[in-house]
């Protein structure tokens, strides 16, 4: 069984996930050494392809659940408001 390209929003979002999350990490930690910067870029990585994993593909989009339409329509429980009589107007 093949396996499914990544969409453009997976892609969009896990790079984005890795370069700010890379930059964040960096800018907390305030790391220099060589072993913590490969520590954050695995991390980061990590953290990417899990956000381009949990992106909802456009395909396997779940149906909703259909419901029996009811036996009769509904009709409006409100009586229609009684006519107003016509007044005249007085010639003045």
Not at 11 to 27: K, Q
Not at 39 to 44: D, E, S, T, W
Request: hydrophobic letters at 50%; aromatic letters at 2%; a positive charge.
């Amino acid at each position: 069984m093949a396996m499914p390209r990544p969409t453009a929003a997976q892609l969009a979002y896990g790079s984005c996930t890795v370069i700010f999350s890379t930059l964040a990490m960096l800018l907390l930690s305030q790391t220099s050494s060589g072993p913590g910067i490969a520590i954050i870029a695995l991390a980061a990585l990590a953290l990417g392809l899990l956000v381009a994993m949990t992106v909802p593909l456009p395909g396997k989009r779940q149906a909703a659940v259909e419901q029996p339409a009811p036996a009769e329509p509904l009709r409006a429980s409100v009586p229609a408001p009684a006519p107003e009589p016509v007044r005249e107007r007085a010639a003045s």
